[in-house]
């Protein structure tokens, strides 16, 4: 379970295990301790920085729990949905996550639903409380995105880049993780610098799912193959035709958002 990920240009060489202790001689790994860092990095932001905004710290804890339960629920379904030979033969493999197999877009819908019930059942703002939590969810991913570079796993094509990154001593290869963690990284300082200017609840929000699937669109079609759960096969992949859609919907959103503010402050003067 140990990789030798190195980036030869810029010097560097990491010998990584993947588990990085054990408890009761169960493996404990670094995939789920960055994970785990992620959510609570985010969590905390998100915390201390909603009630300035108008959410209780008390709905975000909520929100966070309910969240991380259906978002990993829902990883895992849209990971198995479109790779069921994953589940070799056994529907009770559902279960074990542990062994990898989750979709981020999967995680990333099973939130907003859960979210979306949690608003309505407290009679809470859904596009006021989306706009405080986002940020969170880049956190999340900016962090997560290193458990892909500890497990040594979803990289792009051979490169010859200053970023080549190499595995094992084979070929250096498009470091994906570290992409997709700077673009999010990016469009967390966007949103930091800019959102106490929206005109209207929804605006971060949708300018977030933009922002992502922008980055997405691009970045999927850089990985392996054995790294794309295809729509259709060897052509699109799943992922890419969401973040088309997500892109789709949020400039639609946008647009509708700054049009109804205008007329709206319009109709104040």
């Not at 989750?102 to 907003?112: D, E, F, K, P």
């Not at 469009?187 to 992502?212: C, M, P, S």
């Amino acid at each position: 379970m140990t990789n030798i990920i190195g980036f030869p240009k810029l010097g560097l060489e990491f010998n990584i295990n993947r588990v990085a202790f054990y408890i009761f001689s169960k493996p404990i790994y670094w995939y789920a301790l960055i994970i785990l860092a992620g959510f609570i990095l985010a969590l905390v932001f998100v915390s201390l920085t909603c009630k300035k905004r108008g959410v209780n710290p008390d709905n975000v804890f909520d929100i966070a729990f309910y969240g991380l339960i259906s978002g990993i629920i829902c990883a895992r379904i849209y990971y198995v949905i479109f790779d069921p030979d994953c589940l070799e033969g056994n529907f009770l493999n559902i279960v074990k996550i542990w062994e990898g197999g989750l979709a981020i877009y999967g995680g990333i819908i099973g939130a907003v639903i859960s979210t979306i019930i949690y608003c309505k059942a407290k009679k809470l703002s859904i596009l006021k409380t989306f706009d405080v939590c986002c940020p969170g969810l880049l956190i999340g991913q900016a962090v997560g995105r290193f458990g892909n570079f500890v497990n040594a796993e979803v990289y792009g094509g051979e490169t010859d880049s200053i970023v080549g990154m190499t595995i094992n001593g084979n070929p250096p290869v498009h470091p994906l993780f570290l992409y997709e963690s700077l673009w999010n990284i990016a469009g967390l300082i966007i949103i930091l610098i800019f959102r106490d200017k929206k005109r209207a609840d929804g605006q971060v929000f949708f300018f977030y799912t933009l922002w992502y699937g922008i980055g997405r669109l691009f970045l999927e079609g850089m990985r392996e193959s054995q790294y794309i759960l295809y729509m259709i096969d060897g052509v699109l992949g799943i992922s890419q035709f969401v973040s088309a859609i997500c892109i789709i919907v949020s400039v639609i959103a946008l647009i509708y958002l700054s049009k109804r503010s205008k007329e709206t402050s319009n109709g104040l003067k």
